[in-house]
């Protein structure tokens, strides 16, 4: 895997992580009352769609092999262009379903790269 690509899927992990920090052990209404907590979680998922953007473009094997890939980036295009008229309740039940799944398939590939740069 080239390391650009690589850098792009450790990005998208360490943005899952962050939102993970920023949303577990909270309640939706706590985070609905902290606006630099949804700011965050926001800012992350513009870098995780950023980030799933290029590889349509360099890397369309790699994208193709994350099940949501093309959601994220609308996710990141609705919130950037958007950003007026997000509807939380869907970020906290992407948070908590589609997140999990994401970061399963980015470590997969990120331990698949590992094992051949070995």
Known sequence: MRPEI???????????????????????????????????????????GEAMNRPFRHAPDIAERITAARQIVAF????????????????????HESLPVLRREIEHLLSGANRSAS
């Open 6 to 48: 690589l850098g792009l899927l450790e990005d998208i992990h360490e943005a899952i992580g962050f939102v993970n920090e920023d949303t577990t052990a909270i309640t939706f209404e706590a985070f609905m009352n902290d606006r630099r907590r949804r700011q965050a979680v926001e800012r992350n998922f513009e870098i995780m």
């Open 76 to 95: 990141r295009n609705a919130i950037i262009h958007g950003y007026d008229m997000i509807e939380y309740p869907n970020v906290w039940q992407i948070v």
